[in-house]
């Protein structure tokens, strides 16, 4: 009975009880835990411990990291209260799904492959041969589609998917730039170009009509992201796409005032959590690049369908 009551008071703190559900399942590091969990690494190191000094949790070093795991499933009253804890932890559902997508990325080998080959794109010089090209011959591939860009701005990249778009619907709250836009468009005779003055979590499109939804740097700038890809999700038609460029999670809080940001970024799992609470699927999130100066702001790019 002592060793029960023992275990009862470690797992009486949310936190580790939440370590525990996880660990149960799988092997993670600290900074696994840390990006599932959110939390800072000194409060996660100290719960480790205190489920190490308890006898729920061990640990083993493979190379740099140590990852650390529980068996506290083999014990049948704990197995029992780990049970009835999935159900009643309203952090459970977020926990286990970014879960899913840490062992993802820790597998996806090729994802980092395809990084390091692309980092060495343009360092070996070709004559001809640059990202600039390889964009304009990407976008001419793309199959005619109709096309919402969320906070479009100027509408560089709307005038850049028109050239084999069926339609661009370029969205933005800034009345001179959707007049400088349309008076670019017009005077380039981009006739299935349009751009509409309007909010990025409320857009002036109908609903089920569009076929890829496009947030490029913009959804940082939006009130409520939530919101605006709830937006994106209703002017899609059923099979449409989703795809999103933006900042990575960040500290550079200079960004409000230099660019206007209103937030600093996503991670990759809030990112996913809030397309999933949109009502998308297939979602896929991934870091595309990485800036070598400070403060080192990383892309993020995600995709999901309706």
């Known amino acids: 009975m002592a060793s029960i009551v023992k275990f009862l008071r470690a797992l009486s703190d949310p936190t580790r009880l939440r370590l525990m559900l996880l660990l149960v399942e799988e092997e993670l590091t600290v900074a696994e835990i840390q990006e599932i969990l959110g939390m800072a690494q000194s409060r996660i190191s100290a719960a480790l411990g205190q489920l190490k000094r308890e006898g729920l949790a061990s640990d083993r070093r493979v190379g740099k990291n140590i990852f650390y795991s529980s068996k506290a499933v083999e014990h049948v009253a704990l197995a029992g209260l780990l049970d009835a804890a999935r159900s009643d932890l309203p952090e459970v559902g977020h926990d286990q799904a970014a879960l899913g997508l840490t062992l993802r990325k ?4 090729a994802a980092e492959y395809f990084n390091r080959l692309a980092g060495r794109f343009g360092k070996t010089y070709v004559p001809g ?3 600039q090209a390889l964009s304009h011959a990407l976008l001419r591939l793309m199959p005619p589609a109709v096309i919402a860009d969320f906070g479009a701005g100027e509408g560089t990249l709307s005038q850049l998917l028109a050239r084999n778009a069926k339609k661009v619907i370029a969205i933005d709250n800034s009345e001179k730039m959707v007049e400088f836009g349309s008076n670019l468009a017009r005077e380039n005779g981009c006739r299935n170009l349009e751009y509409r003055f309007g909010e990025i979590e409320d857009p002036p499109i109908e609903s089920g009509t569009v076929d890829l939804a496009l947030f490029s740097q913009a959804l940082h700038h939006a009130a409520s992201p ?10 899609l038609r059923k099979g449409g796409r989703i795809a999103i460029l933006d900042l990575a999670s960040h500290t550079f809080d200079q960004t409000r005032e230099l660019y206007a940001h209103v937030w600093l970024g996503f991670s990759e799992i809030e990112l996913h959590e809030m397309l999933k609470k949109a009502g998308f699927s297939k979602i896929e999130t991934t870091i595309v690049s990485r800036e070598p100066e400070p403060p080192h702001f990383q892309t993020l790019l995600a995709t999901a369908n309706k």
Not at 106 to 109: I, L, S, V
């Open 106 to 109: 820790r597998k996806d080998r």
């Open 129 to 131: 041969r640059s990202w």
């Open 226 to 235: 939530q919101r605006a890809l709830k937006a994106a999700h209703r002017v």
